[in-house]
């Protein structure tokens, strides 16, 4: 899991329509008693870093048996969508607006919530890492593909980028100028990973974008 800031947590419109609060959310009830399960986000520190990118999602109904033991929600939406709930984030473009702004395929969304700006989809991460899909708009990318990265290199969201989503992101997200993110093209040669991939484990790779010799400082 990376623990860099994201596309999906940073600019002042997102953090303004960032969950903070538990959320009921009928839409996605508890399996076991049918109840609404609550929303719980990531906790955030006083500089307003959330710790971690994963919202939990659980039944607070007494006496439930799965009371009290969340799972991270990007779970609990794969498997409302895989019983046939529309998928509020689908692969695509253009992509769905919210907030003023376009909804990337790695920003999990549910109705009660909207996007849930500051959580990353795990799942779909670890695919786009691993098939090379563009974290924006979920469709694939070309053996050389973009990325946005900070000064040392690190990516914002170790995942690539299709050219035009990676000028989208740029244009409609302060996080990257904050962050003096920059657009760099790259084949995964020119990718230093690290951590490995388990969706089971809710471990995702970080990426570290490598400066041609020609542009060492
Ligand atoms: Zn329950
Ligand atoms: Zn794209």
């Given at each position: 899991?990376?623990?860099?800031?994201?596309?999906?947590?940073?600019?002042?419109?997102?953090a303004?329509?960032a969950?903070t609060?538990?959320?009921?959310?009928?839409?996605?009830?508890?399996?076991?008693?049918?109840?609404?399960?609550?929303?719980?986000?990531p906790e955030v520190g006083p500089d307003g870093t959330a710790h971690?990118?994963?919202?939990?999602?659980?039944?607070?109904?007494?006496?439930?048996?799965?009371?009290?033991?969340?799972?991270?929600?990007?779970?609990?939406?794969?498997?409302?969508?895989?019983?046939?709930?529309?998928?509020?984030?689908?692969?695509?473009?253009?992509?769905?607006?919210?907030?003023?702004?376009?909804?990337?395929?790695?920003?999990?969304?549910?109705?009660?919530?909207?996007?849930?700006?500051?959580?990353?989809?795990?799942?779909?991460?670890?695919?786009?890492?691993?098939?090379?899909?563009?974290?924006?708009?979920?469709?694939?990318?070309?053996?050389?593909?973009?990325?946005?990265?900070?000064?040392?290199?690190?990516?914002?969201?170790?995942?690539?980028?299709?050219?035009?989503?990676?000028?989208?992101?740029?244009?409609?997200?302060?996080?990257?100028?904050?962050?003096?993110?920059?657009?760099?093209?790259?084949?995964?040669?020119?990718?230093?990973?690290?951590?490995?991939?388990?969706?089971?484990?809710?471990?995702?790779?970080?990426?570290?974008?490598?400066?041609?010799?020609?542009?060492?400082?």
């Amino acid at each position: 899991m990376t623990g860099r800031p994201d596309l999906a947590g940073r600019s002042p419109a997102q953090a303004r329509h960032a969950v903070t609060e538990p959320v009921a959310c009928p839409d996605l009830p508890c399996p076991d008693c049918g109840r609404p399960r609550y929303l719980q986000p990531p906790e955030v520190g006083p500089d307003g870093t959330a710790h971690g990118t994963t919202s939990g999602i659980g039944c607070a109904t007494i006496d439930c048996p799965t009371a009290g033991l969340p799972l991270p929600v990007w779970l609990a939406i794969d498997r409302a969508v895989a019983a046939g709930a529309a998928d509020l984030c689908p692969a695509g473009r253009p992509r769905p607006r919210a907030h003023g702004l376009p909804v990337p395929w790695v920003t999990p969304v549910t109705r009660a919530t909207g996007p849930l700006w500051r959580d990353l989809h795990t799942a779909r991460l670890a695919r786009a890492q691993l098939e090379s899909l563009c974290q924006v708009c979920g469709l694939g990318c070309d053996r050389r593909f973009s990325l946005i990265v900070d000064p040392h290199g690190h990516c914002l969201t170790s995942a690539p980028l299709h050219e035009e989503c990676a000028r989208l992101a740029l244009a409609v997200c302060p996080a990257p100028s904050r962050a003096r993110a920059r657009t760099v093209t790259a084949t995964r040669a020119q990718i230093h990973t690290r951590g490995d991939i388990a969706v089971e484990l809710a471990m995702t790779q970080t990426w570290r974008y490598k400066e041609p010799r020609s542009g060492a400082t």
